[in-house]
């Protein structure tokens, strides 16, 4: 009897794991019917339907029929397009800046990620799917990216995209001088001050990854039989040098950046973006010889001396010349609304529709070497698409349903269902004796902590990102 | 400018050592630098009649006209309608496919106080030292020259209220068209309201709260503590202007009393003690904006709230005492983890549900007000209807800053403050092809369009 219940329970455990696996799949598997479809590079297809299986677009067409199990969405009179990857963040980061040190190419934002902050279903809402989670702009040599997917409600290891090629966060200008004005007292102030300090700290730092990288070389090669030693510090800069590491270079000023890219033509590898870039119209030309990506504020300015210069089109310049360029947003409140950013663009210039679409979804994804996943709309890349109620350049436009591998993350509807269920479960706590207000038989109330994030991470230099 | 100013000072050190011919070379330089770097703000544009032909004309106090004619003369609008016959001598624009639509305005910036806000504190002028700075004016510190007017303008933006910040008593706002030589060109009115940092409850940072900008949080307790020594100041303030105002008006009837001495802060508040002019309160929660209407009735006063994100939660206050807001929080990320993700965005449809007079602003300091009419849109996706999203920067604006009979509308016998698209000005790809403020049609010209003109050829 024993026995048979010991089978028995495997069999209803073996059971239950083949019912969740297949309902696991068909939760994935959406078709969407009847929408006007930006693809981002084939047009906008009319009336047209797309079915995600397996989390990957496998249909583009008109009448697909539903397979069975698959959900179905009506999406007549909305629009569709690729997830919105914001090229540029520091969202779901519990630290931003390790700013002791010029050179801190050993951090990793990876090991801060934090998968419950509200940003990311903030603009999950706004139709951002993928971002590229920066280290700040404390120092010249920053630390590691990672580029994630917005998985809210999954565990933290869902959110890296796992063959995303490695970046790191390099910067220039006013945030890597000014960073030494935060030193705590009787500390010594950093070196550089200057923006001839900044590049002859990048230029260090390279020298030193030769050489460890030679003292590797000869080592493998066994010219020598002791061991380098392991440098955390320069083994990221090492992979810059080999082609495996991305270069993503805070700065605005031109001549700052142009001195960066001089200095990658010597060393020898090229720079993956200029982030910000806010004069990268002034050397166009120069930054598309070498094929970098620009990232860009489409019309933000005037906050800082070396951000007088920017124009609203810089976008139309660097497309021109034919750059690849994105528009990220360096701020958990405006990544919420990078389609109206993208609708600028073909005002200031005239970018082409599709063209400025995919200054948010395929150009930065090409920038992050993601493309192959993400970016478009195409058979075969994952299922990661926004549902909008109107064409997502308009002002009145809002985003109905995010979904990213076939699994909703965001949907108006269910959200506003959930407020609902929300204001009751805070009126039943609040009427708990413990949380009653003083004098009316309650505690003292606890103080909240509210988090002071800085919007840019230019606000956030020299004090590690955490005010509080 | 800073751009303008740096020059001159390079001018000034060279003269020493070069002489009078050189200078004579330097001053020419400039000129053409000047031209390059903001001589547009000195253009103030053309007056004459303008005659705006065949536009869909959107009013905004009325019916919409598919097509019809707007006549700009004298600085005013002279005429508005289907059927219009054309001055003798008026320039005549083609308006077909064109839109007409008032000039926008943002009623809560700082616009022209502040050019660059980090790390150039010789180009802020945004907030005085002390707490009480009644006589603090915006208008004696807006920069006409600033390239923010016409980096805004040229998106359809004709007025805005600019006002300064800090301290519990800021100063007076002035609200400006943007365009002018001097301040008084630009002003609509010198001196408009009163502004009141309003004390709050503040847990953390701010004005009233704990240990300031990055600083350890303090117990609630202490905040609210806090909160009513700063009213209670204020309060002081208030009753102690009243008394001197009496005493004035006593002194003025009676020569035989006491001279009371000149209090040019207590002066100042006189038009605001007696209701003549609004007083300003920045306030967001509904017990800071609850506070602000006991003040505001207590003290027998014409209040604007300015920020409001919670003002809806108390429309019956706000209403009752005739308090309108001017909303800036479009472009702000709600403050509680558990507010719905588009709290900030709906609350102006909350609001005009609830019977709230209200207008839409950036509350920007210069560089992002013209985005107004996109925070305005946005607004629009969240509840609002387009003819209010539309209203809340135009005509909802002028009533709020007690100029709707001057502007806010497309009415003959308004200030001619007239803007020419291709579209929906609310759409952030609608293109403006015509600019008018006072009636004269301005360049569409910027410091960007400037440096584009400059680089967008360069090989």
Redesign the interface.
Same mark, same amino acid.
């Given at each position: 009897m024993k026995k048979f219940t010991s089978y028995l329970i495997l069999f209803l455990l073996l059971v239950g794991n083949l019912n969740f696996a297949g309902f696991a799949q068909a939760k994935n598997d959406v078709l969407i019917k009847n929408a006007m479809v930006m693809t981002a590079v084939k047009g906008t297809l009319q009336n047209t339907d797309i079915l995600i299986q397996n989390g990957k677009i496998a249909k583009i067409g008109k009448n697909i029929a539903a397979p069975a199990g698959v959900r179905v969405i009506d999406a007549t009179g909305k629009y569709v397009t690729p997830g919105i990857i914001d090229c540029h963040s520091h969202s779901m980061l519990d630290a931003i800046n390790e700013g002791s040190l010029s050179v801190t190419s050993m951090t990793r934002t990876r090991d801060v990620l934090n998968p419950t902050d509200i940003a990311i279903y903030r603009a999950l809402a706004g139709g951002v799917t993928s971002a590229n989670l920066l280290h700040g702009s404390a120092n010249p040599i920053g630390g590691q990216n990672t580029t994630v997917k917005f998985k809210w409600g999954h565990p933290v290891e869902d959110y890296p995209i796992a063959d995303a090629p490695p970046g790191i966060k390099f910067a220039l200008g006013e945030n890597v001088k000014r960073s030494t004005s935060f030193a705590p007292p009787g500390t010594p102030v950093r070196y550089p001050r200057t923006r001839m300090g900044v590049i002859e700290t990048i230029r260090d730092a390279f020298l030193r990854a030769k050489d460890y990288k030679q003292s590797w070389d000869d080592f493998k090669a066994g010219k020598t039989k002791v061991q380098p030693r392991k440098d955390l510090e320069l083994d990221p800069l090492v992979e810059v040098l080999e082609g495996k590491r991305l270069v993503h270079a805070h700065g605005y000023r031109s001549d700052e950046h142009l001195n960066l890219m001089l200095l990658a033509d010597e060393m020898g590898f090229t720079v993956a973006t200029l982030q910000h870039g806010l004069e990268a119209y002034k050397i166009a030309p120069e930054i598309a010889k070498r094929g970098t990506g620009v990232s860009i504020f489409t019309d933000s300015w005037s906050y800082k001396l070396e951000a007088y210069d920017a124009i609203p089109y810089n976008a139309y310049i660097l497309w021109k010349n034919g750059v690849n360029v994105s528009i990220n947003s360096d701020s958990d409140e405006r990544m919420r609304r990078l389609n109206l950013d993208a609708a600028k663009v073909e005002k200031y210039g005239g970018v082409p529709e599709e063209d400025a679409l995919k200054m948010i979804t395929l150009n930065p994804a090409k920038q992050l070497g993601i493309d192959k996943h993400t970016g478009s709309i195409e058979v075969g890349k994952d299922g990661d698409l926004v549902i909008w109620t109107a064409h997502p350049f308009s002002v009145y436009s809002r985003v109905e349903t995010t979904i990213i591998e076939g699994e909703t993350y965001f949907d108006r509807s269910t959200d506003t269902q959930l407020r609902l269920d929300m204001a009751k479960e805070r009126d039943t706590l609040e009427k708990l004796d413990i949380n009653k207000a003083p004098g009316t038989g309650g505690g003292p109330p606890a103080v909240p902590k509210e988090k002071r994030r800085g919007d840019r991470d230019d606000a956030e230099y020299g004090d590690g990102g955490n005010r509080l | 400018m %800073? %751009?303008g100013k740096f020059k001159i000072e390079n001018v000034r050190s060279k003269l020493v050592h070069i002489g009078f011919l050189l200078l004579t070379a330097y001053c020419l330089l400039l000129t053409a630098n000047a031209q390059n770097d903001g001589s547009e703000q000195n253009q103030t544009g053309k007056a004459g009649t303008f005659a705006i032909v065949g536009a869909r004309i959107v009013t905004v106090s009325g019916a919409t006209i598919e097509s019809g004619t707007v006549i700009i003369q004298n600085g005013k609008i002279f005429a508005v309608g289907a059927n219009i016959s054309i001055p003798a001598g008026a320039e005549k624009i083609d308006g077909k496919g064109l839109s007409v639509f008032p000039g926008m305005i943002d009623a809560g910036t700082s616009l022209g106080l502040v +050019? *660059?806000?980090?790390?150039?504190s010789g180009s802020v002028d945004l907030s005085e030292t002390g707490t009480m700075n009644a006589n603090a004016k915006a208008i004696k510190g807006i920069n006409p020259h600033s =390239?923010?007017v016409n980096?805004t303008r040229v998106n359809g933006i004709t007025t805005v209220m600019s006002y300064p910040t800090g301290g519990l008593i800021a100063g007076q706002g002035a609200v400006i068209n943007l365009n002018g030589s001097t301040q008084d060109e630009m002003a609509v009115i010198r001196e408009f309201g009163l502004v009141i940092n309003f004390p709050r409850i503040a847990?953390?940072?701010g004005f009233a709260g704990g240990g300031g900008?990055?600083g350890? @949080? *303090? +117990? #609630? =307790?202490e905040a609210a503590k806090r909160r009513d020594t700063a009213l209670d100041e204020l309060r002081k303030m208030f009753r102690n202007a009243e008394s001197y105002l009496r005493a004035k008006d006593a002194y003025a009837k009676d020569k035989t009393l006491p001279y009371p001495v000149t209090d040019q802060k207590f002066d100042a508040m006189a038009p605001y003690i007696r209701g003549e002019k609004p007083v300003v309160f920045t306030a967001e929660r509904e017990r800071d904006i609850r506070a602000v209407a006991k003040f505001v009735a207590d003290m027998k006063l014409k209040g604007i709230i300015l920020g409001g994100q919670e003002a809806w939660k108390a429309a019956d206050e706000l209403k009752k005492n005739n308090i309108s807001v001017v909303y800036t929080n479009i472009? =702000?990320?709600p403050?509680l983890?558990?507010n719905?993700?588009?709290y900030l965005f709906e609350a102006p449809s909350k609001m005009q549900a609830a019977g709230v007079k209200f207008c839409i602003s950036t509350g920007d300091g210069?560089? +992002?007000v $013209?985005d107004l @009419?996109?925070q305005?849109?946005?607004a629009?996706? #969240?509840g609002l209807s387009?003819e209010d999203a539309l209203k809340s920067v135009t005509l909802y604006a002028a009533e709020i800053l007690g100029v709707a009979d001057k502007m806010g509308s497309l009415d003959v016998g308004k200030v001619a403050n007239v803007v020419v698209t291709d579209g929906d000005i609310?759409?952030? $790809?609608? %293109?403006i092809k015509y600019l008018f403020i006072n009636g004269r049609l301005l360049p569409l010209t910027s410091?960007?369009t400037e440096?584009?003109d400059s680089?967008?050829d360069?090989?």
């Open positions: - | %800073n %751009n +050019e *660059i806000g980090q790390g150039v =390239s923010h980096v847990t953390f940072g900008f990055g350890p @949080p *303090i +117990e #609630f =307790s472009h =702000s990320l403050v983890d558990d719905p993700y588009d210069g560089q +992002e $013209r @009419p996109y305005a849109g946005l629009g996706a #969240f387009k609310l759409e952030a $790809r609608t %293109n410091r960007h440096l584009f680089f967008k360069r090989k």
